[in-house]
């Protein structure tokens, strides 16, 4: 699954040298959660840093009319739990499995001693850490400015350049919806505007995007402001 408001974010096994993957993995406790089960709840305290080996996650808090409303979901090679080793804070948000997901758990104390021994770890948390809240700021300046048209285009086409697949994004309507805030009806006019333009095919649980370029084009040609160009 492509990720979906973390699509601008790295991955954090990405930028770590073999080395030092499997001296964290070495000192994780390998945990695998069934689809829909609860990783950990909003309010925990337990402090760690977690990486999906496989599989997402699905970060989500209940809405006031009870419904869960998604913030983001994460793949393989991510990581979380930061805030609890270095600012003390709780847990933000409830941690869903998506679909079947290994997750490798790495106490406080583990990850201390290889963090204080390893700066390459510090140099590439610092890295995935400040990617993930560009794109959170990117995209809720979107949320201030954009249409919702071009807001979901424009998260469409970034989760295409994430995804395995080339050309098709496996996500279904309701996570953009809860992604962007909006209904599922007010995204599903959005999404039939984008079908109407000939830029995206609505399919089960899947997006196909007909042309990548068209696609960026599109949204472009749409942006108020010239848009950043993110490093490499």
């Given at each position: 699954m492509a990720d979906l408001l973390d699509f601008g974010s790295t991955p954090l096994l990405s930028l770590l040298p073999a080395a030092i993957a499997a001296r964290l993995s070495a000192a994780a406790s390998v945990v695998e959660y069934d689809d829909g089960e609860t990783i950990h709840s909003r309010g925990d305290v337990k402090p760690g840093l977690s990486i999906i080996r496989s599989g997402a996650v699905r970060f989500a808090n209940p809405g006031a009319d009870g419904s869960y409303v998604t913030t983001s979901v994460l793949g393989e090679g991510h990581c979380f739990g930061e805030a609890t080793l270095f600012a003390r804070l709780p847990r933000a948000y409830d941690a869903i499995a998506?679909?079947?997901?290994v997750i490798e758990q790495i106490a406080k104390p583990r990850f201390d001693?290889?963090?204080?021994?390893?700066?390459?770890?510090?140099?590439?948390?610092?890295?995935?850490?400040?990617?993930?809240?560009?794109?959170?700021?990117?995209?809720?300046?979107?949320?201030?400015?954009?249409?919702?048209?071009?807001?979901?285009?424009?998260?469409?086409?970034?989760?295409?350049?994430?995804?395995?697949?080339?050309g098709a994004v496996e996500c279904s309507q309701s996570d953009l919806a809860f992604t962007l805030g909006v209904s599922r009806v007010s995204i599903g006019?959005?999404?039939?505007?984008?079908?109407?333009?000939?830029?995206?095919?609505?399919?089960?649980?899947?997006?196909?995007?007909?042309?990548?370029?068209?696609?960026?084009?599109?949204?472009?040609?749409?942006?108020?402001?010239?848009?950043?160009?993110?490093?490499?």
């Open positions: 998506v679909g079947e997901t001693r290889i963090f204080n021994e390893e700066s390459d770890l510090a140099r590439a948390l610092v890295i995935a850490v400040t990617r993930r809240l560009y794109s959170v700021l990117d995209f809720l300046e979107d949320i201030r400015r954009l249409p919702l048209d071009i807001r979901t285009a424009k998260l469409i086409a970034g989760m295409e350049q994430s995804a395995r697949q080339e006019k959005a999404l039939a505007r984008l079908q109407d333009e000939g830029l995206i095919t609505l399919g089960y649980g899947r997006i196909a995007v007909q042309d990548r370029k068209s696609l960026h084009d599109w949204v472009a040609a749409r942006l108020p402001v010239e848009p950043l160009m993110r490093g490499e």
